[in-house]
């Protein structure tokens, strides 16, 4: 028996063509290139249609059964919407919803021929999944401290304890941080750091000349931007202090503004800009137009144990950048300025702006430009392939 044999199964946290792509879709995406993968989306919560308006088309998407996006892509497939909420806040129910979905993952299966099956969950909560579906090897790809994200009547006890069924049931744990892979080390035998990649040839089009979206194009330099989700873990006192110091300069934010954030007093500053979400596609024609990037995150037990993948892009598209002190940023200090309050804030963009330096985007695009996706999976895939006994490497 060889690689060649294996199915994969991953379990999402997101939807596969989410527009903000994260490391479990770009893992599936990878292993598709070598292996049939197939990637199960998180089913709908039953209250998502009242009160999640974007939430309401995909309320129905389990009845397209398997999808088949094309070749080198994973099925997709998206449970029934019958997941109960307050999961978060009592075992019983997450219990019930791990369940549910284990028998429908093992249902669906029964569709697949296979020699040996691999679940990789990104989720903290599919120890009763893996008991249900029985792969050859379970394997919990950890990529943030769950009990620290902030969600409604969440227990945080409960989201520790549930996590805690997954990582004694799994075979082989990977970790995104240094920080994540130390804590679990302490619960398990089988550890193993993967920090992200990045999809380099796409995001270094951004250090090439081209136009500027029109509604950036009309904004003033110098324009300071951020992408990605405006979320819990960002620090809104230093962006609005920042706004009200720095009149002359123009911050940009492209994304969605996530659940339980208060957005109103970014909106009140006349240079904040908040541009909504875009394609990744799009992305890269708005970090061209970027000056200065930042990740301007919270410091606290949930960051300092995360690995921010707007740093590997930001980098990959040759952009300076200023960020919050967190570890995993700081492995790439130089060329990322690391700056501690406000006033260390503005002294870093200032000088970035000032500089205009050809040799930190080189520099920062070299060492984007070894941190591919595809080698950061073919690791990942080798120590797996090494738990099954599989000494063989093998490509597609």
């Not at 009160?51 to 998407?61: I, N």
């Not at 049931?169 to 619960?187: N, P």
């Not at 500053?269 to 596609?281: F, K, M, Q, S, V």
């Not at 205009?356 to 430009?369: K, V």
Request: hydrophobic share 40%.
């Amino acid at each position: 028996m060889s690689p060649e044999d294996l199915l994969f199964v991953v379990l999402g946290n997101a939807p596969y063509r989410a527009v903000i792509r994260t490391s479990k879709q770009m893992v599936a995406a990878q292993i598709a290139r070598r292996h049939p993968v197939l990637y199960v989306e998180p089913p709908p919560l039953t209250l998502d249609p009242l009160v999640k308006p974007a939430e309401r088309g995909r309320y129905f998407d389990w009845r397209k059964g398997v999808q088949r996006l094309g070749a080198g892509e994973p099925l997709v497939v998206c449970p029934p919407p019958f997941r109960q909420a307050l999961d978060t806040r009592w075992r019983f129910l997450d219990d019930w919803n791990q369940r549910r979905l284990g028998r429908f993952v093992e249902k669906t299966l029964a569709g697949f021929a296979y020699r040996k099956l691999v679940l990789i969950s990104f989720v903290y909560n599919a120890a009763h999944v893996a008991d249900i579906v029985r792969p050859d090897l379970f394997v919990y790809y950890c990529i943030d401290l769950f009990s620290e994200i902030r969600i409604p009547y969440a227990n945080p006890r409960t989201v520790e304890r549930i996590e805690d069924e997954t990582i004694r049931r799994a075979d082989v744990i990977f970790a995104i941080s240094r920080a994540l892979t130390e804590r679990l080390t302490a619960r398990h035998p089988h550890v193993h750091y993967a920090p992200h990649g990045v999809d380099y040839d796409l995001f270094a089009r951004a250090a090439q000349a081209g136009d500027e979206p029109a509604d950036l194009a009309n904004i003033p330099r110098p324009r300071i931007g951020f992408v990605g989700v405006l979320a819990h873990w960002l620090d809104y006192s230093l962006l609005t202090a920042l706004a009200r110091n720095h009149r002359e300069w123009r911050f940009c934010f492209v994304g969605p503004v996530g659940p339980h954030v208060e957005i109103e007093p970014l909106r009140a500053e006349p240079n904040i800009h908040l541009l909504g979400e875009r394609t990744r596609d799009q992305v890269i024609d708005y970090l061209r137009g970027f000056d200065v990037c930042l990740v301007p995150f919270l410091r606290n037990e949930l960051t300092i144990h995360a690995n921010p993948l707007k740093v590997y892009e930001y980098l990959a598209a040759g952009r300076p950048v200023v960020s919050t002190p967190l570890p995993e940023i700081e492995n790439f200090a130089p060329p990322v300025r690391i700056a501690r309050d406000v006033a260390e804030f503005e002294r870093a963009i200032a000088e970035l702006l000032a500089q205009r330096d050809g040799d930190n985007t080189r520099r920062s695009m070299e060492i984007a430009a070894g941190l591919s996706w595809d080698k950061r999976v073919a690791e990942t895939l080798q120590t797996i392939y090494d738990q099954l006994g599989f000494s063989a490497r093998t490509s597609r």
